[in-house]
């Protein structure tokens, strides 16, 4: 079998290495536009404040793939697919490539606003290792003090957290009520605003961007309010847009992502696609656990294991936000409750916040935000558990 990987992000090195795992004669071809093998994103902050080096980045070096005997093309772009013909296209090469079986993992873009003045020197989003680069070399070029984070979700948050230790003055700029609406509630939301305030980070809230001060350089932002604040440096982390170009271009069906059915197949059935680009059942995933999950539903199908359908991830977000243990299972709890129960252990002094919801005895939702292990709520997590071991595992 001749198997082609578009992105090797986190699901296509994932659908890599588990259909290698399934044949160890199938032909695999990863080809990525970047010139880096697979390195983790959630470290590219820490990156840019001289704390990681590039090779403490990269997860899978090209060594791992040559022992799992996986063509790795690093810095070639899949310019087009023809699904009638199963083959696809590498810009500037004439030669065609056929396959099998494709996987689409082109993962997602991070969402960027023009403005009025789209030329203006200073302005950045963290994606890649490319960005980041260009980010280090302007803070240093220009010697900046004053930058602006737009958006308050987990990156933005963590690469504020990290341009802090550089001894920046940082602000975020977040549109909701309060931050990380996604994985918390606004109470806990609150004590990790305060949190990051006794970190010398500036939290603006409710708030939103109408205009980006400066002709050529960023001189600052003005306000939906009115209000204007002097920045030299604005960054744009307000989430991600799938990369679904090829797949449109090639016919398939897609809206705001790429259209999958439950085994991850698109409108091609010898075309799957896995992570940031799809979308199922309406929704954008996102994270790395769809991601890991997707992938290896797809391949258990395309190697004939009948896997279960896919049904869609339970929201799981488990990192060290700013320096604080946050782990964000299910749902977070909602002002009215109804037929549910919210079960909590919160202490402001020391920034702990463990508030469990269930419905029906089932664990719904976890967010345990400070020190204290989260597996058991993991992995109990739609599951029915004992009420008293549940009251204990909030206060461990």
Same mark, same amino acid.
């Given at each position: 079998?001749?198997?082609?990987?578009?992105?090797?992000?986190?699901?296509?090195?994932?659908?890599?290495?588990?259909?290698?795992?399934?044949?160890?004669?199938a032909l695999i071809d990863i080809y990525s536009k970047e010139l880096y093998p697979y390195y983790s994103r959630i470290f590219l902050p820490q990156y840019i404040a001289n704390e990681k080096s590039l090779d403490n980045l990269i997860v899978r070096n090209e060594k791992w793939f040559e022992e799992k005997n996986i063509n790795l093309h690093l810095g070639i772009e899949v310019e087009t697919i023809f699904p009638q013909k199963k083959q696809i296209k590498l810009k500037n090469q004439q030669e065609l490539e056929k396959y099998d079986k494709l996987f689409i993992a082109t993962g997602s873009n991070a969402r960027f606003l023009p403005f009025d003045n789209p030329s203006v020197e200073g302005m950045f989003t963290l994606r890649n290792i490319k960005d980041a680069d260009e980010i280090?070399?302007?803070?240093?070029?220009?010697?900046?003090?004053?930058?602006?984070?737009?958006?308050?979700?987990?990156?933005?948050?963590?690469?504020?957290?990290?341009?802090?230790e550089l001894n920046l003055n940082v602000s975020i700029c977040e549109i909701s009520n309060y931050l990380l609406p996604r994985q918390l509630d606004e109470g806990t939301s609150k004590l990790l605003q305060k949190y990051l305030e006794s970190k010398?980070?500036? !939290? /603006?809230?409710?708030? *939103?961007?109408?205009?980006?001060? %400066?002709? +050529?350089?960023?001189? =600052? $932002?003005?306000?939906?309010?009115?209000?204007?604040?002097?920045?030299?440096?604005?960054?744009?982390?307000?989430? !991600? /847009?799938?990369?679904? *170009?090829?797949?449109?271009?090639? %016919?398939? +069906?897609?809206?705001? =992502? $790429?259209?999958?059915?439950?085994?991850?197949?698109?409108?091609?059935?010898?075309?799957?696609?896995?992570?940031?680009?799809v979308q199922f059942n309406g929704l954008i995933w996102g994270i790395i656990p769809a991601s890991i999950e997707q992938s290896k539903i797809a391949v258990q199908y395309v190697f004939g294991q009948n896997p279960e359908p896919y049904l869609g991830t339970f929201w799981n977000t488990r990192l060290k936000i700013a320096g604080l243990k946050l782990s964000c299972f299910g749902e977070p709890p909602t002002d009215q409750l109804g037929e549910e129960?919210?079960?909590?252990?919160?202490?402001?002094?020391?920034?702990?916040?463990?508030?469990?919801?269930?419905?029906?005895?089932?664990?719904?939702?976890?967010?345990?935000?400070g020190p204290g292990k989260d597996s058991f709520f993991l992995n109990n997590l739609g599951k029915e558990v004992d009420k008293e071991e549940l009251k204990r595992k909030i206060y461990e």
């Open positions: 079998m001749k198997i082609i990987i578009i992105g090797n992000g986190i699901a296509g090195q994932t659908v890599a290495d588990l259909a290698r795992k399934q044949d160890p004669n280090k070399r302007f803070i240093e070029k220009n010697r900046v003090k004053d930058v602006l984070i737009i958006g308050g979700g987990l990156l933005g948050i963590e690469l504020g957290y990290h341009l802090r010398g980070i500036n !939290i /603006i809230c409710g708030q *939103s961007v109408s205009e980006v001060l %400066g002709k +050529d350089q960023v001189e =600052g $932002i003005r306000l939906k309010s009115g209000k204007s604040i002097k920045f030299q440096m604005i960054l744009q982390q307000m989430g !991600i /847009i799938p990369e679904i *170009s090829i797949a449109k271009n090639a %016919g398939l +069906d897609t809206e705001r =992502g $790429i259209l999958v059915n439950e085994y991850l197949q698109t409108s091609d059935p010898d075309i799957l696609a896995v992570g940031d680009c129960q919210l079960l909590e252990n919160i202490d402001e002094d020391s920034f702990i916040c463990r508030k469990v919801t269930l419905e029906n005895n089932k664990i719904k939702g976890a967010i345990l935000m």
